[in-house]
């Protein structure tokens, strides 16, 4: 009630301002104070119970069926074969700035909570599958996978934040005996470097482009977690809204094909094989656009590939 009174006595004081010389630096100062209030109402105060997430190509939603919209790293008629990916150490963010902690639950299957080993604590992590084993991605599995779900604290959240990959203190186990969701050989490498963060593999031109994601410069024993790589290739995603809050019954994070790959050329035989990819030039702009420092392995903060929709 206090927003809708605040509001209508500024825009009373608009109409009013035909006797106030016409003060025009007044008024532009009243519109906004009243956008900022009702982009505030808009964003009322909840708890976040799950997160969506979907894969397009321009506007375009990607699946295995016929080919990928648009142009993929200058190909057209691309077809998926594979994609995944892990995210984990999921963060809201409230509309002051501060990011509070998103919980993923345990399921056994999709997503892990966070807990602790001998090694050190690590945060919850989740699989990501948009592939279901038809058309082109028949060597696949049937089910896929687009909702995290977790609990949270009641806020008034803009935005939300998460990290491409497997923690540190899970990403250098043994995946035989691994639980879920990290006991799927085919998202994994080798002991030193861990786990495919991101696997996306596509069909043009008769060639198989691969895109695998993982830690590069890797070194250690081999009965837990190594020393930390010289290329942790870990992106951290951040993403917020202009006005209206972050909505999850609403708001889905968005991976983009089609500016994941800009600047990539899959015409030839150039991205057939990015495995990490910081030390491949045709790769590096994959790596660029996912948020990723090519001669670092940091997180630059500069991805394009996502967005909220």
Not at 145 to 152: A, Q
Not at 203 to 215: C, E, I, R, V, W
């Amino acid at each position: 009630m206090k927003y809708v009174i605040t509001i209508s006595i500024i825009l009373i004081s608009l109409s009013c301002n035909k006797f106030a010389a016409n003060n025009n630096e007044d008024k532009n100062k009243n519109i906004a104070a009243a956008t900022i209030l009702l982009n505030q109402r808009k964003s009322t105060a909840a708890s976040v119970s799950s997160i969506n997430f979907n894969v397009v190509s321009g506007t375009t939603n990607v699946s295995c069926s016929g080919s990928i919209a648009g142009t993929i790293a200058g190909a057209t008629n691309a077809k998926l074969v594979d994609l995944k990916f892990y995210v984990h150490d999921i963060k809201l963010i409230s509309s002051d700035g501060s990011k509070v902690d998103f919980s993923i639950t345990t399921d056994n299957k999709w997503q892990m909570a966070a807990g602790s080993n001998a090694f050190g604590s690590y945060p919850g992590v989740a699989l990501l599958d948009f592939e279901d084993a038809t058309g082109n991605c028949s060597s696949g599995t049937t089910e896929t996978n687009k909702t995290i779900y977790g609990t949270s604290a009641v806020g008034n959240y803009v935005g939300v934040e998460f990290k491409v990959g497997v923690p540190f203190y899970l990403n250098h186990m043994n995946v035989s005996t691994a639980a879920s969701p990290l006991n799927i050989s085919a998202m994994y490498w080798a002991w030193a470097s861990g786990y495919k963060f991101a696997k996306i593999e596509f069909l043009a031109n008769s060639n198989t482009n691969m895109f695998h994601l993982g830690s590069g410069s890797c070194s250690g024993n081999s009965t837990g977690p190594v020393n930390p790589c010289g290329l942790p290739n870990r992106p951290t995603i951040s993403l917020t809204k202009t006005s209206g809050g972050f909505d999850a019954t609403r708001d889905t994070i968005t991976l983009d094909l089609n500016t994941l790959y800009n600047g990539a050329d899959a015409s030839g035989t150039g991205i057939t094989n990015c495995m990490a990819g910081n030390g491949i030039a045709a790769c590096q702009p994959i790596i660029t656009n996912i948020g990723i420092t090519v001669s670092t392995g940091a997180s630059s903060g500069l991805q394009t590939a996502f967005s909220l929709k």
